[in-house]
């Protein structure tokens, strides 16, 4: 059963562009919700969370939304830049983890 | 934060054989976290290791597949045991800080069954 999903396999954006990557869920008892961001041949390092009782939260060029209501949430990232080229996660709690959405900016 | 170190970080392995790999944290941690992501899939929780008892494996892992040992407050090793094409996959190790909620990953292990 997976609890977390993220529908775009892959993403490509033109540097200093909006990137926009999306997760849906469907356990609603979720209290919070991270973004991870995986290079190749290493492991995810965390970006950026958000608790399950605020829609926004913004570090830097990254903002993540959260629409409760839809299930959905969402991770900005402006302006983009060529080392943001990574493969995404987002989670809901500390352990269920989407497949994974992977970015690449365009120079 | 936490450093955290994996070995092997590939190996490739006969069918029926096992390969341990190893996770070393820079820090006393109470949890540490096992993780497999096959191909094309999301990261899938196989067990939390605990020191000084036995591992709590989620559904669709069991003991005998996969043993872990937890022998110290920095250290554990999980076994994939008696191997198949099927179990090439990376294998991560994380832990994490109390009160943070964020996990702390090792480069992982890409294993690959021949």
């Known amino acids: 059963d997976q609890q977390v999903k993220q529908n775009s396999p892959s993403l490509s954006v033109q540097e200093g562009r909006i990137s926009i990557l999306n997760c849906d869920y469907t356990?609603?008892?979720?209290?919070?919700f991270l973004w991870y961001k995986k290079y190749p041949a290493e492991g995810p390092t965390f970006l950026i969370s958000?608790?399950?009782?605020?829609d926004k939260n913004e570090d830097g060029r990254f903002t993540v939304f959260l629409n409760k209501s839809a299930k959905h949430l969402s991770l900005h990232i402006v302006p983009s830049q060529p080392g943001d080229s990574a493969v995404y996660f987002c989670t809901g709690n500390q352990f269920y983890f989407g497949t994974g959405t992977s970015l690449t900016v365009i120079p | 934060s936490a450093v955290i170190s994996q070995k092997p970080s590939r190996d490739i392995c006969q069918r029926g054989t096992s390969l341990t790999i190893q996770c070393q944290v820079d820090?006393?941690?109470?949890?540490m976290f096992w993780y497999r992501q096959q191909p094309g899939q999301s990261l899938t929780l196989i067990a939390t290791a605990n020191q000084g008892s036995e591992a709590t494996y989620e559904s669709g892992f069991v003991i005998d597949k996969f043993p872990i040992s937890r022998p110290n407050l920095t250290f554990s090793t999980l076994t994939v045991s008696n191997l198949s094409p099927e179990d090439s996959s990376i294998y991560l190790c994380?832990?994490?800080?109390?009160?943070?909620?964020?996990?702390?990953f090792g480069e992982g292990s890409r294993l690959t069954v021949l």
């Open positions: 958000i608790s399950s009782i605020k």
């Open positions: 820090s006393q941690v109470t949890m």
């Open positions: 356990n609603s008892m979720f209290d919070y």
């Open positions: 994380s832990v994490t800080i109390m009160g943070t909620g964020e996990l702390f």
